[in-house]
């Protein structure tokens, strides 16, 4: 293993250039070091207009995605030592607008993120006097998988179908969606059907499943989405057989 | 309902100095699961000639036993034959692709724990076999 | 539901030709298009052959396989070009070449199964 290593970073600097320009950085190479490090190294004592967005180290905040030799990854969780005497590519996070070297813009996805509504939605709120909503572990269980998303965005640039058509709601939101869908404090999975079920909802997806194989969190989006399309389906076929019966109300499938 | 407020508006939509890359007409080239999930999306396009060929098969069948023997010397010409050839195998990996998939979009519950997603695809591919033993049984085994 | 779209309904038709297709057509496949023809196996006499097709319980099966397998072909060919070829903006030219033959493949097949067997 040698004891330095090349970073070929993608610059962007919208009032210099119209395309990004590839910039070499020799970096050490500590068995311990990951590309975060790297990068970080270059801010401090190489290039200090490089921009990038990073803040826990450790694979919790979601801050930190980018391209790594065309692959999505966490900077912080990717060791330099993985990429052998390199060079390694470091591009920023694919199916996003580039704001600047690094750093994508991030608006779509939140706007995704708060329209399926991610909170407890009741139809009566229970009085405070009364207590806490009760839920067992197993219930817990149920939607634990689809809580653990830190927002990261990895998925979003390893869908195909996000990259082709921007209007995509995407794998972390409909994950989310399912994690209030499935939460047995929940009553909202009606308010949340309209949206996801609209054509850019879940119907957009084909199950290329390349967001599970990118999700550092173990989250399983392309699961979620298939579980909701069958749920969907299920429904419309209820609603079609028995159009009495008006809306779901309780707890999600 | 609990009234709250619409996704925050405050996002800007677009900027003219932001770099928006056009995705490729090749990108499903690009990456290995990306091809694989192309030509497993293709052979869809197996099964619908599989669909046309079984139709004109019965067809010939309820024309007589000439028409019959006409329509097996038709599908022995080599043309016929490598596009089956090709369909066989887009078949097959359709069906091994559709097995390992289909667990994900069910969580099936047996006196209350989760059933694990390998014994539901062992399941497809018995009832797999079940299939192909029945319709190998009726075409070869009477 | 505020509004009702039909993509549920299309994809329940996709899923249902995935698991029939997934599940006969290999072995049709080996069977009636590759073994008979060559003569690897001797395919069943005519006489049973007829008789076999003729029974309504084969009838309905390979009705609901034919159609089946269509639509799915369809919900799949469409997304296909869609997303392969980046035609979402032709969807008006695709949907109906879509769906539409998937629909006359339904008629073809239920005209045969039905009235012609």
Redesign the interface.
Known sequence: MADRITLQVARYRPEEESAPVMQEYEVPCHKEWVVLDGLNYIKDHLDGTLSYRWSCRMGICGSCGMTVNGQPKLTCATALTDYGDGPITVEPLRNFPVVRDLVVEIGDFMRKLTGVKPWIMREHEKPLSEGEYLQTPEQMDEYKQFSMCINCMLCYSACPIYGLDPGFIGPAAIALAQRYNLDSRDQGADERFDMLSEHEGIWGCTFVGECTEVCPKGVDPAGAIQRYKLTAAMETVKSFLMPWKGGRGGSGA | MSDRPASSPRYATHHPRWLRTRVSTWWWLQRRAYFKFILRELSSVCAAWFVIYLLLLVRAVSRGEAAWRGFLDWAAAPLVVVVNVVSLFFLIFHAITWFNLAPRAMVVKLGGKKVPGVLIAASNYAAWAVATALVAWLLVGR | ?????V???L??LF?A???L??????????????A????W?A??S?G???S??HHPLTRLA?FA??SL??W??AH??R??L?????I?HLNELVNPFCYG?ALA?TV??AY??GF??
């Open positions: 539901m505020a509004r009702r779209s993509e549920p309904l994809w329940t899923s030709g995935g698991v297709a997934a599940l006969l057509l290999p072995i049709l496949v080996l069977l009636l298009g590759l008979f023809p060559l003569g196996l395919p069943p005519y049973y052959l007829a076999l097709l390979l396989l034919c397998s269509l799915h072909w799949r060919f997304y296909t869609y997303d392969g070829l980046q979402k033959g493949g073809v097949a045969l199964f012609v067997l």
